[in-house]
């Protein structure tokens, strides 16, 4: 009976410690609030229903515990739907999506009043926010967890601050040690 226990509390004790953590999604409105309280850069996967390298993007990249370790550290984290029909407040301007179909839920929609305003045309497009809640940009594409790294510390450290030209970004990225792992 003694030996039952055990077993169960090491079953148990490996199914707890062997789940990943996971990113916890707020609203942009809730992030904007967050920021008040603790002052954190915000990052926003911007995603449509039917991209398949969003469905990677959130399955592979953000789902990487060293991902989610560094994004719960340094950010708060948005998903926000670039075709939905979610109303969206910010910097007191309200944003929807006035031509969104139902019926085209999980398939080509409209894209949102809130998409256009950040110019983002292509999806996923990641964009990240200052401590103020101002854009600072936005980066299109899938990427595994190793290129999102190097703009997640580009971003989140101030990096970009210094940069001042192209070739000083070519010079960061060159040098550019990555340490997340890529499973």
Known sequence: MKKLGYILLLAF???VAGKAQEIEWV????AL???KQSPKKIIMDVYTNWCGPCKMLDKRTFHNQDVVDYISQNYY???FNAEGNSTVNYKGKTYTNPNYKEELANRRNSPHDFTRYLRVSAY?????FDEKGDPITGISGYMVPQQIELYLRLFGEDKYKQMKSQEDFNTY????VPQFENN
Not at 27 to 30: A, M, P, R, V
Request: net charge positive; charged share 25%.
């Open 13 to 15: 004790l490996t199914t």
């Open 27 to 30: 609203t942009l409105e809730k």
């Open 33 to 35: 609030e967050l920021q």
């Open 77 to 79: 984290a948005v998903k």
């Open 124 to 128: 996923p497009t990641v964009v990240y």
């Open 173 to 176: 990225y060159k040098a550019f």
